[in-house]
């Protein structure tokens, strides 16, 4: 495996409906193709990087103003996903882990999802970290409450609220912050994913579509992300 690859890749797939209407395809076309590029991508990951952790970003809480027969495919893809290639996946020792308000997904893919968090808990190469109704400010605002409420019901010291304890109150608890941030389909912004944990993460944008983002890709991402030097605020070998 490469040497300083990245401990943990997140990935903001975009691109999907524009891959398919600049074909002349429905929407649901490149959904679709979104998610074989999605599980190629990981069993890529697994065998040929020494990437331990990604984290997709899969369904937004922005995302259910789309129309809703484009939602109920999406939700209904989404569980497919999950129950078939992740099943598929785990035999490469993948672990599935999912951040967002779940409360807010319709129950057969509620059910799915806790299903194979268990069945795969125990496999270590490759956690794969589905954000699902997830956005970066709920999730900040929910580690907020749950925090209040710790002070105000359990008696915990204000002193005691460090970056670390809110940190262990975020969705990706037990996670390592991101390294690198990806993003594919043209755009050039975070669009509330992971606001807290990419505070020191370094970013790649690309003009490629999410579905035609494939191996020579991340592989052009991770090489771009060995020739940064990541100060985290301190001087660069030079002094400036």
């Not at 040497?3 to 997140?10: L, N, Q, T």
């Not at 569980?79 to 099943?87: G, Y």
């Not at 944990?197 to 690309?206: D, G, P, S």
């Amino acid at each position: 495996m490469p040497d300083g690859d990245p401990h943990h890749v997140a990935i903001i797939m975009d691109g999907n409906g524009r891959w398919a209407l600049r074909r002349g395809l429905p929407r649901t076309v490149g959904h679709e193709a979104g998610a074989k590029a999605a599980e190629e991508l990981l069993r890529f990951i697994a065998r040929e990087t020494g990437i331990r952790v990604v984290s997709l970003y899969a369904f937004s809480t922005e995302n259910w103003a789309r129309p809703a027969a484009e939602v109920r495919f999406l939700m209904e893809l989404l569980r497919r996903f999950i129950a078939k290639r992740i099943d598929e996946l785990a035999q490469e020792g993948i672990r599935l882990r999912v951040c967002g308000d779940l409360a807010g997904l319709p129950e057969d893919l509620r059910e799915t999802i806790e299903d194979t968090v268990k069945r795969t808990a125990e496999h270590r190469k490759l956690v794969v970290n589905v954000a699902l109704n997830y956005g970066g400010r709920a999730e900040i605002v929910r580690a907020c409450r749950e925090l209040a409420t710790s002070v105000a019901d359990r008696g915990t010291a204000i002193a005691e609220l460090t970056e670390e304890r809110f940190a262990e109150t975020l969705d990706t608890s037990g996670l390592p912050d991101p390294d690198l941030v990806i993003r594919t389909g043209e755009e050039r912004r975070l669009s509330n994913f992971m606001l807290w944990q990419v505070a020191y993460a370094e970013l790649y944008f690309t003009d490629v579509l999410w579905p035609d983002f494939g191996p020579e890709d991340l592989r052009a991402a991770l090489e771009d992300f060995r020739s940064r030097e990541r100060r985290f605020g301190a001087l660069s070998q030079g002094g400036e």
